[in-house]
């Protein structure tokens, strides 16, 4: 009888032992998350809005995280590559560029999973989050044409690509909607950090008349406002609202709500739920919005607000699909 009780409690001993070893190896392996960006983290715009989704993360769930910024084209893969060998269990390239040499990657790391925000492509452990941009993009060339005085706008797009040129030509037909007869100017700098050249394009627009300044160029487009704010002219911003870095110029900016994408994705690989493919998500899924007008608002005639808004609730509802237009139209 002694030896049996002896036996059980060894056997609960070993028990005890296991159950403590396996809480100790879950809580040692956290989830490893690295993001990729293709500028600083701290450009007021499209880079530090999924800084901030990283963060919540690892402040909700727990995780282990890094990042890498001002991550060129050429380097892209090398620095995906880099995240997988190290374990990271999901790397996220943030924006359309790295979509394609996060698939390459992901085909020599199965066992990770990979993300690519505003890319076009996919396989079985790498997906593109694909953000509803246009919408954003569609209000703010309302906003634009309903405060213009001379009937000039204009919008300067960083690199030439689809997820830009959608939201430029986005832009077009919402101030075409607005004043049929205004003249949309455009121009792609050809980057996302060089904060002169977007003033230079901004502030070349505005001697051609533009009265509204707006951008869809990350850091590149902190520009744009500033040459606004010089001219004393109006701008919308992009990505949050960057109204506090022009106060006197900004009326409007485009929302990304990145953070929900980050934290989405997240969590369908903690939940071991993350597929590839390709999703939408905009204004439905409160992934896209835009900023209120702040001391602007008094200045903008109730009938504009009041059109923008109902615009706003038709994309919303899914009456109204602002076209993705992924061709430049110049």
């Not at 455009?186 to 060089?194: E, K, P, Q």
């Not at 520009?223 to 106060?247: C, Y």
């Not at 390709?278 to 109730?302: C, Q, R, T, W």
Request: net charge positive; glycine share 10%.
């Amino acid at each position: 009888m002694f030896s049996k009780l002896v036996t059980r409690m060894a056997m609960g001993i070993t028990v005890a032992l296991l159950c403590t070893s396996q809480m100790a190896l879950a809580q040692a392996k956290k989830l490893k998350v690295a993001l990729i960006l293709s500028g600083p983290a701290n450009d007021q715009g499209w880079n530090a809005v999924a800084l901030d989704g990283l963060k919540k993360a690892e402040a909700k769930y727990g995780i282990e995280t890094t990042y890498a910024e001002n991550v060129s084209v050429a380097d892209s893969e090398g620095a995906f590559m880099d995240y997988a060998a190290q374990g990271y269990d999901l790397v996220i390239g943030h924006g359309f560029q790295f979509g394609d040499p996060a698939v390459k990657v992901a085909a020599r790391f199965p066992n990770a999973k990979f993300m690519a925000i505003e890319a076009a492509s996919q396989s079985k452990n790498m997906a593109s989050y694909v953000i509803a941009c246009e919408q954003a993009g569609y209000l703010m060339g309302m906003v634009a044409a309903s405060v213009s005085k001379t009937g000039k706008v204009s919008i300067v797009g960083g690199v030439e690509q689809p997820s830009i040129i959608k939201v430029v030509e986005a832009y077009k037909l919402g101030a075409k909607a607005v004043n049929p007869k205004a003249t949309v100017m455009t121009a792609y700098i050809g980057s996302f950090t060089d904060v002169n050249l977007g003033k230079e394009a901004a502030l070349a627009m505005a001697d051609r008349g533009a009265d509204v300044l707006s951008h869809i160029a990350n850091q590149a487009g902190t520009g744009v406002l500033k040459a606004a704010e010089g001219r004393k002219l109006m701008a919308t911003g992009d990505s949050f609202d960057q109204n506090f870095i022009a106060p006197g110029a900004v009326v409007c900016s485009t929302i990304y709500n990145v953070p929900t994408l980050v934290m989405i994705a997240v969590e369908k690989v903690q939940k071991g739920t993350f597929q590839g493919g390709i999703f939408n998500l905009g204004m439905k899924e409160g992934v896209v919005d835009i900023a209120p007008y702040h001391d602007f608002d008094a200045s903008i005639p109730a009938p504009a607000k009041a059109r923008i808004a109902s615009v706003k609730q038709q994309i919303l509802t899914g009456k109204f699909k602002v076209p993705v237009i992924t061709t430049a139209t110049h």
